[in-house]
C-alpha cells in the first residue's frame, strides 16, 4: 500500500541539499583568483626575492656612488664677483675665485678655472649660477639656495650623465621585462605540459586564465619599478642631489606609466607564444621574437643615446617608447604633449596586442605535441 502526498496549492517544494549547484565564478572573479596565485607562487619563490634584492641594492648602490662622487668640495671651484661671495661663504663644499666683474668671472668659466660662477643679480634671491654648458650639480648641492643658472654654451644632448640614465632606464626595462615575460612563459608550458590547464579551463574561462597571468605578473612587475623609484628618490635625497633628483624625477614617472602599459603588452606576447609549445625545451625557440623586442631598446638607447633623430622614433615606437620617451623628457627634448601621444599610441598598441595575442592563447592551450603554427592558432 502506498501513499502519494501531493502538496497543497501555492507551496513552495524544495529539492535537497545534495541536488544543490554551485555556480562557477564571475570572470572577473576569475582573473582575480589566477592574479592571486601568480602573485603568490612568485613571493614564495627564493630566485625572484633574490634577484628583486639585487636589483634593488644595484639603485641604492648606483645612487650612494653618485652622491660620494658629486660631494668633492676640494676641487670645486667658483669665481665670485662682488657681494655674491656671501653666499659662497656659507657654504664648506666650494672654493671661491675672486672675480673683478662679470665679464672676468665668465672668462673663468670658459677657460675651465672655474666650473661655475657666482653673480649678483635682481632676483630674491639676490645671486645667480653662470655656467658653461650645463646646470653644475655639485655646486648647486653645496649651496644652502637654489638660485638661476645662466649657461653661456648650453649642451647638445650627450654626456656621461645622459649616458648613465639612459642606460639605468633600458636596463630596468629590459631586466623586469624579460624576468617576468619568462616566468610567465615557463608558468603557461608548465600547466599546458601538466595537463592542469585542461582542469583549470573546465573552472574558469581562457580569457581568464591569460587575463589573470598578465595582470598578476604586471603588478609584481609594476611594484618592483616603484620600489626602484622610491629608493632612488630616497638615496638622491638623503645624498644631497636635490638638483638631479628634480630633473630626473618627471622622467621616472613618465617611465612609471610607459612601463605599465609597455610591460602588458609583452607579457601578453610571452603567454601567447609559449602557449605554442607543449615542452620546457622549446620556450626558448618560440618566445624569440618578442625576447628580441624587449632587447633591441636596450641596445639602442645605450648605442643611439645622442642621436635625437633616433631617439624621437623610438619615443613613438611601442616597443622602445617605454626607454625612449623617458629619456627625452628627461633630456628636455620633447614637447609637452609628445609624452601624451606617444602614450595613447602605446595603449592602443597593446590592446591589439592583447587581442591577437588572446586568439593565438585560446586556439593553442590545448594543443599537445609538436609546436602549433601561427597559420593555425589565428585559424583556431
Not at 624576468?179 to 579551463?201: C, D, Y
Not at 642631489?241 to 602588458?264: E, K, N, T, Y
Not at 645605450?302 to 626607454?323: D, G, K, R, T
Amino acid at each position: 500500500m502506498s501513499t502519494n502526498i501531493k502538496p497543497a496549492a501555492g507551496t513552495e517544494v524544495r529539492q535537497p541539499a545534495s541536488r544543490a549547484t554551485h555556480s562557477a565564478p564571475s570572470f572577473w572573479a576569475s582573473v582575480w583568483l589566477v592574479s592571486t596565485r601568480e602573485i603568490m607562487s612568485r613571493l614564495r619563490s627564493k630566485a625572484f626575492l633574490i634577484s628583486t634584492g639585487i636589483l634593488l641594492l644595484i639603485a641604492v648602490g648606483s645612487v650612494v656612488a653618485g652622491g660620494v662622487m658629486s660631494a668633492n668640495p676640494s676641487t670645486t671651484k667658483v669665481a665670485v664677483v662682488g657681494t655674491a661671495s656671501a653666499a659662497v661663504g656659507e657654504s664648506s663644499g666650494l672654493t671661491a675665485v675672486p672675480a673683478v666683474d662679470l665679464a672676468a668671472a665668465e672668462e673663468l668659466v670658459r677657460d675651465g678655472t672655474v666650473e661655475a660662477a657666482i653673480v649678483p643679480d635682481d632676483s630674491l634671491i639676490g645671486v645667480g649660477v653662470i655656467a658653461l654648458d650645463s646646470p653644475p650639480s655639485a655646486v648647486m648641492n653645496a649651496l644652502s639656495i637654489s638660485p638661476a643658472v645662466e649657461l653661456l654654451d648650453p649642451a647638445e644632448q650627450g654626456g656621461f650623465l645622459v649616458y648613465i640614465v639612459a642606460l639605468g632606464f633600458g636596463l630596468v626595462f629590459f631586466m623586469s621585462a624579460l624576468t617576468f615575460g619568462s616566468t610567465i612563459a615557463q608558468s603557461v608550458v608548465e600547466e599546458k605540459q601538466t595537463r592542469v590547464v585542461e582542469i583549470l579551463m573546465s573552472t574558469i574561462p581562457v580569457r581568464a586564465l591569460l587575463a589573470g597571468k598578465v595582470l598578476g605578473n604586471s603588478i609584481m612587475a609594476l611594484g618592483q619599478i616603484l620600489a626602484i623609484a622610491l629608493l632612488v628618490g630616497i638615496g638622491m635625497a638623503v645624498t644631497g642631489q636635490r638638483v638631479l633628483l628634480a630633473d630626473l624625477g618627471p622622467a621616472i614617472a613618465w617611465f612609471a606609466v610607459f612601463f605599465a602599459f609597455g610591460f602588458v603588452m609583452i607579457a601578453a606576447l610571452f603567454a601567447a607564444t609559449a602557449s605554442m609549445v607543449s615542452r620546457q625545451e622549446d620556450v626558448g625557440t618560440t618566445t624569440a621574437p618578442v625576447t628580441y623586442l624587449v632587447m633591441i631598446p636596450y641596445f639602442a638607447v645605450i648605442f643611439f643615446n645622442e642621436n635625437p633623430l633616433v631617439m624621437a622614433i623610438m619615443s613613438y615606437v611601442p616597443f622602445s617608447a617605454p626607454v625612449g620617451m623617458p629619456v627625452r623628457v628627461f633630456l628636455g627634448t620633447a614637447e609637452w604633449w609628445e609624452p601624451l601621444v606617444s602614450l595613447v599610441i602605446l595603449a592602443l598598441t597593446t590592446a591589439a596586442v592583447i587581442l591577437f595575442g588572446s586568439r593565438i592563447y585560446r586556439n593553442s592551450l590545448l594543443k599537445m605535441g609538436g609546436r602549433v603554427s601561427y597559420k593555425q592558432a589565428l585559424r583556431g
